[in-house]
């Protein structure tokens, strides 16, 4: 089983948003106080004349089926005949076929599909076409085969405009051989707390980087405004997103709150969007997040006033995976407040026809006035109008469409290899180790060696990106591979040794490790401690050392984070982020060429101060107080002293007191928690299994993989009775919910579960979830160990507050019940999930 993250169970947040707000700051701009702003394109009364006539051609319905967009998991081409939707996203698990492999021909054919309904006029409709969606954050990620660029904060570290022109420009081109048209992108958020879990998806910490690089990223995914290339066939519809503070926000929670002035919220987290603004950008994602407690879905001044009306936005407001059913008084399904404040178009993915439903009915009733209707109408029109698409044809007719060839075209990975060397961040080079003998005996060792999906990181191929083999990456290159082609290129030796054993003694050793992918809130950690309750890669760095071997520590991860144990373990050390899918790149800098000479040296510098103790979060330039391990702008070259004093191994935290996602495992409940028995309504609390009480249920140990690392759980009193894990402190799974997380246990059914067995979460007094799921475990395979999950939406659904769990995983059962577990957490990935309601 694998279990994600690790908890949010951040106690600091669970005050309610209201109390959050500091001093006598508000969630009001003023919107005299940001730029003035004009639309960069020259007017086109023609164009406004035409989206004016259709506009007065339209229905009610067909209007609201312009503002609405489903993922394509849960709309079919024939809903968006019926219902007229404008748009389409592929969320980051969905793809054609629900297959994450499948090719550029069959996302061309899924287009097309969607555009011909959106084109049938049948029953007197008016042809609109479809606007396709998709999150190609870091190349065409979501494509087998494309070119994955290094993530953003690998770019930020390049300092290098004109390279991320070219990307963006390569990645529209990936994107038009597919189909589609527009992409969520790019992220301008500034991450000031490197917790974040999306750190990654930001350029730097500084908006000075952020808005250096906008413009250049806008023009290369749009064309440049007001010239021919403007959203020509190789160019797609950009999305500058999250507006605003996503960056900004408290811990950096995912989703949190950015209790910050306006002037930072402005000058900090705003700093890129005037440089998109004027370059453009056709499109706007608000953002999750609150600013000073209010959900930025629901905030009218900055959305409407500030973006809108103050800096002249004229395209259009999409909103993020059903975001506004966290305004308050709002659902998934029903939210005219986020219209209301300026989203133009609601990202509903699953939840689109409960909400075309509610929002037809809300204009209906004049809730949403037919004139915001139609100031968000006229904007998505006016943007499809300016990207051709009432004149492209067929997605699969369109110049580049179907020629797979386009995805990981050489051109476009030599690019990102060059990216990659670009990015790379020397932080140590201890007696000038590096560059490298290619005529050298090299071991190339740790677990991100030869591990394409770990170096390229979240959001690629899937969601997560987690799950991935090898054969998923048929146009890429490990960092393995790499460091192999150069070295035997140049007559030396190259070994591939993941857990660093050799038989003959190598004169180096390359050791790539870091961060396992993540995205979103599944990587917010509760400090910068790398892998805090695991040392096994400092363990592989010190052996070699012992063995009296210099290291070379190339060191992947979405954020820089507290490694000194690491830097000071190894000889060099080389921040290398996610580079993607041209891991060839690392080898280029590491190794000195075929003559001998320095082919590339490093140039990449931090855009993102790093930190000095696992405590010091945020760091950030410019901030005061203690000052960083390295600062922002810190990267060494060749021919610069490298050397380190020893770092100061104090953590400065207790690092084994840093929560899991696990609540039970190894044969115990986590640190804090405790589980709990409870029959006809009287509690007892156990300790170890074994102890004795009188609840009903008797507890055992037994062996799972290891000796006494499960418990069984026999249900012995007639009536119910149940087991529970209680939380030391309630934990917030609220974003968990949101996404696609469940609670999974590793169990082994020993006894045919009665059909009133189910699951509970208790989120306080009178509060909880319950979910039958008795009829479908007992169709589960009896007597074997497996994972069973059930997604943390079911809780949600049955009433429970996800965002204060007491016990976030209880299960209530009947006398003769007998299962053991041997571990229970939230994570994505299990081997049967169950549904909310027995099928
Ligand atoms: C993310 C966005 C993304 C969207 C669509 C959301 O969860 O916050 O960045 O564009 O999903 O996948
Ligand atoms: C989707 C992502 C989305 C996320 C939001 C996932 O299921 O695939 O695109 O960003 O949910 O929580």
Redesign the pocket.
Known sequence: MVIGGVASAAAAAQQPESDRVPGNETARAHPELWPALQSPLAPDPALERRVRQLLSRMTVEEKVGQVVQG?IASVTPDDVRKYRLGSV??????DPGNDYRATAAQWVALADAYYDASMDIGGGHNAIPLLFGI?AVHGHNNLVGATLFPHNIGLGAARDPELLREIAAATAVELRATGLDWTFAPTLAVPRDDRWGRTYEGYSEHPEIVALYAEPLVEGLQGKANSRSFLSPEHVIATAKHFLGDGGTYEGRDQGDARISEQELRDMQGAGYPPALKAGVQAVMASFSSWNGTRMHGNESLLTEVLKKRMGFDGFVVG???AQGQIPGCTNTDCPAAVNAGVDMMMT?DTWKGYYETTLKHVQSGRISMQRLDDAVTRILRVKMRAGLFEAGRPSRRPLAGNAALLGDPKHRALARRAVRESLVLLKNQGGILPLDPKASVLVAGDGADDIGKQSGGWTL??QGTGLKASDFPRAQSIWSGIAEQVRAAGGKATLSVDGKYSARPDVAVVVFGEDPY???QGDIKSVAYKPNNTADLELIKRLKQEGIPVVAVFLSGRPLWVNREINASDAFVAAWLPGSEGGGVADVLLRDRQGKVAHDFTGKLSYSWPRSAAQSPVNAGQGGTPPQFAYGYGLKYGQDGNLAALDEDPGLDLSALQSARYFEKGGVAKGWRLRLDHAGAPVYVERAGDTHDAGITVVAVDHKAQEDAWRYAWKAPGISSIAFVAPEPLDLS?ET???VLLVMTMRIEATPAADTALFVECGDKCAGRVAVGAQLAKLPANQWMSVALPLKCFASAGANMASLTVPAGIESLQGNQLAISEVGYGTVSDHVLACEAP
């Open positions: 993922d996203l592929a969320g980051g698990n969905s999150d993020d995976w059903n993915p899937t969601w995205a979103e809130f974003r949101n996404g696609d």
